[in-house]
């Protein structure tokens, strides 16, 4: 089932000897396997910023297309929503710290009024869930596949020698109960 996937990084990690896991909300599943994606070598990175040894992905939608666009091209029923959300409420059960990373723009028409319907569910799932803070990069958030060319070198927004080190220096969490959570979820799409 697409946004099951659950990956141990094990001894990578070093001195972590609990288990934590991170969950990573995304937009929609791949047409190919998450594993075989830059979307999941992005996450996986952002494992050892936040104190993470595991991590499961879920997705805002469970209906796998080749982007955005083809996205807003798709009928989006409650049903739909109800099956996503039942995929993603246990992970968020299981999750010590939660990322949001389903893109920053690109959606329209009726998928955009679905993901607004979405985003203002996990909220409140998050609240339920004791998550009193998520973490982005940069407040915004954007897609682990855009992740490399945002904190590119070329770029100049942050200085360090590897994309891992780069990316450390962007992610930042958010309360929910902030001023900036509020914003993050009511402009999410």
């Not at 879920?58 to 083809?70: G, M, Q, R, S, V």
């Not at 998520?134 to 904190?151: E, K, L, M």
Request: net charge positive; charged share 25%; glycine share 6%.
């Amino acid at each position: 089932m697409a946004g099951e996937l659950v990956v141990l990084a094990g001894n990578e990690l070093g001195a972590l000897n609990t288990r934590r896991t991170l969950c990573a909300i995304l937009l929609n599943p791949a047409l190919r396997p998450l594993e075989s994606t830059t979307t999941f070598r992005n996450v996986r990175s952002a494992l050892p910023v936040v104190s993470c040894n595991e991590l499961v992905v879920a997705n805002l939608l469970n209906i796998p297309t080749k982007d955005a666009l083809a996205l807003n091209r798709t009928k989006i029923d409650d049903q739909e929503l109800r099956e996503a959300r039942a995929l993603i409420s246990p992970k968020l059960q299981q999750a010590d710290v939660v990322i949001l990373a389903w893109g920053v723009g690109g959606m329209s028409g009726q998928a955009r009024l679905a993901l607004q319907r979405q985003t203002a569910w996990l909220r409140d799932m998050l609240n339920r869930t004791n998550h009193d803070q998520v973490w982005t990069v940069t407040g915004r958030p954007r897609h682990p596949s855009r992740w490399r060319q945002y904190v590119g070198p070329e770029k100049r927004r942050v200085s360090g020698s590897c994309f891992e080190e780069r990316l450390s220096m962007v992610m930042t969490p958010t309360r929910i109960d902030s001023e900036a959570g509020r914003l993050l979820f009511e402009r999410a799409f």
